[in-house]
């Protein structure tokens, strides 16, 4: 049985969707509607254009932002795959041993996702390393020519 999780406010609730089947609502024309819940009747209408998982709902007057979740949104955040748990990157590692040939970050400068910090070659091949985020390079440690470790710190990093 599919169930979801619906936030409004701060008020968090699990939904069936055999509950949702059985509401008694009637289509008022474009995306308003009366719906009867528990004996109590309510003019609801959803903004067209808002996003499906985060609709923005006008109930009886109200404004209300939602939050909806499905099966699948649950088990992502279940097993914490959420886009929130992220982690800040602070260290610029060494994906695999190699010799540094180029490095094009300096203490200070500000980088972007994606900005090439540096060139490490490795089994004969030249590999860029990139930022994997907005920052700004704490330090340098290591230099043009220097041979590193796989998981040495290569720079730092706000």
């Given at each position: 049985m599919e169930k979801y999780s619906i936030q409004i406010e701060d008020t968090t609730m699990e939904v069936h969707c055999t509950?949702?089947?059985h509401m008694d609502m009637v289509a008022l024309g474009g995306t308003a509607y009366h719906v009867i819940h528990e004996t109590r009747g309510y003019t609801v209408e959803v903004l067209p254009g808002s996003d499906p998982k985060n609709p923005c709902v006008i109930v009886n007057g109200n404004r209300y932002t939602v939050n909806i979740q499905d099966a699948h949104d649950l088990?992502?955040?279940q097993?914490?795959?959420g886009t929130g748990t992220a982690q800040k990157i602070?260290?610029?590692?060494a994906p695999m041993p190699g010799l540094i040939l180029e490095i094009n970050a300096t203490p200070g400068q500000e980088i972007k996702k994606d900005d090439q910090l540096l060139i490490l070659s490795a089994m004969k091949m030249e590999n860029m390393i990139l930022a994997p985020g907005d920052g700004i390079v704490k330090s340098v440690l290591a230099?043009?020519?220097e041979a590193?470790?796989?998981g040495q710190v290569i720079i730092a990093l706000e």
């Open positions: 509950e949702v089947e088990l992502v955040k097993m914490g795959l602070n260290d610029i590692k230099k043009e020519g590193v470790e796989k």
